[in-house]
């Protein structure tokens, strides 16, 4: 269950935020841009600077939208909350990216499970602007929207392991285009200068058997060398590939299991 509720926008696409939700976006914007600079990679920075994000404000989905779609004829969609599985490939097919207009409370100004929209624009729609990662991510939602509730779970290990926590080897070292990192100040240092995270060559069978944890740092990192090596892994082969994946079995977790008394909150430790 969520503990936000979506803002609603108005008829004009407009959501009136507080002066202390501006605030809170103007604090992870700032926090953020104080440190991506040789950490992310230039496609992510060049979006920025095409989508031009307002600093001290929220933006508005009608302005992100103005940019995205001149770049790649994506847009943001806003959704209630978390939305189920059919309706997020369904978005993506129609080259729509989901957004919940909430935006974090100062209390879990470090870490929330659930996606915001400080997460959603910030971190994701910067590499939306690229034509090769735009087109991977509509053909995902495409190949997404036919696949069973099975073979789901297996694309979701992609995205995860690339769209929200990809690591790319660029010409000037080790950059970052996950939007679960690059919106996250502990994870975007501990991503790159942590010595206890595994980071090895994206291979897409290994990806597609590797489990997760979704609330702590990651302890695994694939790597890819530009966009392309992603958008072929994602061809009419993907599904077959994936029951490949099924008849192998999973690699052993390379994470503690859950404890089942702490809370889901991701200790921003790295920062101290
Ligand atoms: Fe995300």
């Known amino acids: 269950m969520s503990q936000y509720l979506a803002r609603e926008p108005d008829n004009n696409g407009l959501v009136n935020y507080s002066i202390e939700e501006n ?6 914007y700032h926090r953020q841009m104080d440190i991506i600079h040789g950490k992310a990679c230039d496609e992510y920075i060049k979006g920025l600077e095409i989508l031009s994000l307002s600093e001290n404000k929220v933006p508005q989905l009608p302005d992100v939208n103005r940019a995205l779609r001149k770049a790649t004829g994506w847009e943001v969609a806003a959704v209630p909350a978390l939305i189920p599985f059919g309706k997020f490939f369904e978005l993506l097919a129609n080259k729509q990216f989901p957004a ?3 935006i974090r409370r100062k209390e879990d100004i470090d870490y929330l499970q659930e996606p915001d929209i400080f997460h959603e624009i910030y971190g994701h729609c910067p590499l939306l602007t690229d034509p090769v990662f735009a087109h991977f991510v509509h053909n995902y939602g495409k190949i997404g929207l036919h696949a069973s509730k099975q073979e789901r779970v297996y694309l979701a290990r992609i995205f995860w392991f690339t769209v929200e926590f990809g ?7 080790l950059r970052i285009y996950g939007a679960g990192i690059l919106s996250s100040k502990g994870e975007t240092v501990y991503s790159l200068e942590s ?19 979704i609330d702590i740092y990651q302890t695994i990192y694939f790597i890819i060398k530009q966009f392309e090596d992603i958008y072929h892994a994602m061809d009419s082969s993907i599904i077959s590939k994936i029951h490949e994946a099924i008849e192998l079995g999973d690699f052993k977790p390379t994470f503690p299991p859950k404890p089942q008394s702490q809370s889901n909150k991701k200790m921003d430790s790295h920062d101290c």
Do not use: C, H, S, V
């Not at 690591?167 to 070292?173: F, T």
């Not at 010595?195 to 944890?213: H, I, Q, W």
């Open 100 to 102: 919940a207009t909430f």
């Open 195 to 213: 010595n206890k995270p595994e980071r090895k060559p994206f291979d897409l069978m290994t990806a597609l058997r590797t489990p997760y944890r």
């Open 23 to 28: 605030q809170t976006w103007e604090f992870l």
């Open 167 to 173: 690591l790319i080897q660029q010409a000037n070292g």
